[in-house]
């Protein structure tokens, strides 16, 4: 991939911005003039789902602290608070309120399609941006709410056409999917759903398990007599680790995919050595190798924050959205006075750009695919891209 640091001229970026009034995006003047720049993220710190929060955080942090540490966007610190939900959405619904309630300048780093969605109205309500949730949900990216949120990953209807791509190719026609039973899991189906129609195929099976649970009996029961060649699992590590297990166990001989938010090193940790061969998509480039910009960059912070931030997808994501952030926020103030109208409009001009080597592609685009690969795990703890 071509390596490319955004650097569009502050300038241009103002002359496009003095033409967007509050008015015209719908807006509000919110605006934090002195003081911390204040972001709000609710996201699980506990429960099935606590470690893609806590490492997707941690690498936020690592991000905000090392730009604090140079001077902050125009020498204010940017200041993010974060709220555990427990994937759950009331929760979820009650941070937000309590963010909005703070008067924070923007949310970001929500985690998950239920809950994420869940908050959608009050977004709506206040008029407040939300950059770079943790989900690859179509809810989230309804064309209706561009000019809200902004999201940094790919969705999970790219997860799932790279993997029936992948898999017709080598001529595995025999899908069934194991999903979560909310709107992250339906959503996870849909895409496996619409990838095989353009294939003249559909799912020879689908089962569900609840969320924030590893009761996955009913579910293996369900699929394993089928004699899928492939199992495409969209749940969280502690379910997809449980029902990888039990369907062995049962005799499923087939290939399991996932995917991204699994969580892969928690699902590779949760499975040991039984997790040689499971495949994951992947929609950042690989924590693993320094060969892109990103990673290079992300080691670099690691090293230099002492090694205290795992490693991992999750983390570098965390870092990735940071980054985004930030690059809003500084061609936000350059606009003048920093507010969320001035900052979604400096978002919206950043798409198409690169941060780090990074493609941002906040809405459609002919010619330019969201980052998206596959990986495998391995019986070591090991990622193979």
């Known amino acids: 991939m071509h390596s490319k ?56 942090k690592l991000y905000f602290d090392q730009l ?40 970001f780093g929500y985690l998950g399609t239920p809950t994420s969605v869940a908050a959608i109205p009050l ?21 209706k709410l561009a000019q809200l949120i902004f999201n940094v990953r790919a969705s999970y209807v790219d997860e799932t056409a790279l993997m029936v791509k992948q898999l017709t190719s080598l001529g595995l026609k025999k899908i069934a999917v194991c999903y979560q039973n909310d709107a992250y899991g339906q959503s996870g189906l849909d895409g496996v759903t619409q990838a095989l129609q353009a ?46 297990r039990a369907a062995r166990q049962a ?7 996932n995917v991204s938010f699994v969580g892969t090193s928690a699902l590779a940790q949760a499975l040991g050595k039984e997790a040689e061969g499971v495949v994951v998509t992947q929609v950042v480039p690989s924590p693993y190798k320094t060969s892109h910009p990103l990673t290079r960059e992300f080691h670099n912070a690691v090293q230099k ?19 985004v952030m930030a690059e809003g926020l500084k061609n936000a103030a350059a606009s003048g006075k920093l507010q969320r109208d001035s900052l979604a409009a400096a978002l919206d001009a950043l798409n198409g750009q690169q941060v780090a080597g990074f493609p941002l592609a906040f809405k459609p685009q002919a010619g330019k695919p969201r980052f998206v690969e596959l990986s495998m795990l391995t019986g070591d703890g090991k990622v193979r891209v």
């Open 5 to 60: 640091q955004v650097g569009f001229n502050r300038r241009q970026f103002v002359g496009a911005a003095a033409g967007l009034t509050a008015a015209t995006w719908g807006w509000s003047s919110q605006a934090q003039e002195a003081g911390p720049i204040v972001l709000g993220q609710s996201c699980a710190l506990s429960g099935p789902s606590a470690q893609l929060g806590t490492h997707f955080s941690a690498g936020a």
């Open 68 to 107: 604090n540490a140079q001077g902050g966007i125009g020498k204010r610190p940017v200041e993010l608070r974060t709220l555990d939900d427990g994937d759950e959405p009331d929760r979820c619904v009650a941070n937000t309120q309590k963010f909005l309630n703070d008067d924070v300048l923007a949310l």
């Open 123 to 143: 977004l709506q309500q206040a008029r407040v941006p939300l950059v770079a949730p943790l989900t690859g949900g179509l809810a989230l990216r309804d064309p």
């Open 199 to 244: 294939h003249g195929l559909k799912p020879v099976g689908a089962a569900t398990v609840e969320r924030n649970s590893v009761d996955v009996s009913k579910a293996v029961k369900a699929l394993v007599p089928l004699g899928a060649d492939v199992i495409v699992q969209v749940g969280t590590y502690a379910a997809s680790a449980a029902f990888v």
């Open 251 to 257: 005799g499923f001989g087939g290939q399991f995919y």
């Open 305 to 323: 924050d002492g090694n205290k931030v795992a490693l991992n997808y999750s983390s570098l994501e965390g870092y990735l959205a940071a980054r």
